[in-house]
């Protein structure tokens, strides 16, 4: 079976810059065979997409665009998303799935943990 589980949250203020890490394992499965994405859900809000990566085509949800960076390190089987100039409302728990959209994400693999992500202002 194939795991995703995220790590790297924490609380920063507004401004600052966390890293995410999405660690993959099962067998057979590797980061790059895939479109993996980012998504987050904060207190009474949907699940959304932020960020994916896969087969060649990186994309991101226009409110993080320019301040996150989605990356695959192949080797470590592992997937980032580097966030800078963080905002208050990004506070959210931080999920990353198989796919890139809210639709079939959660379907090849279960949802993470997820990671807690706290923006203060």
């Known amino acids: 079976e194939v795991q995703l589980v995220e790590s790297g949250g924490g609380l920063v203020q507004a401004g600052g810059s966390l890293r995410l890490s999405c660690a993959a394992s099962?067998?057979?499965?590797?980061?790059?065979?895939?479109?993996i994405g980012w998504f987050r859900q904060a207190p009474g809000k949907e699940r959304e997409a932020v960020a994916c990566?896969?087969?060649?085509?990186?994309s991101y949800e226009l409110s993080v665009k320019g301040r996150f960076t989605v990356s695959s390190d192949n080797a470590k089987n592992t997937v980032y998303l580097q966030m800078n100039n963080l905002k208050p409302e990004d506070t959210a728990v931080y999920y990353c799935?198989?796919?890139?959209?809210?639709?079939?994400?959660?379907?090849?693999?279960?949802w993470g943990p997820g990671t807690q992500v706290t923006v203060s202002s």
């Open positions: 799935a198989i796919g890139c959209s809210t639709v079939v994400a959660g379907l090849l693999a279960p």
């Open positions: 990566i896969g087969t060649g085509d990186i």
């Open positions: 099962g067998s057979g499965f590797t980061v790059d065979d895939y479109a």
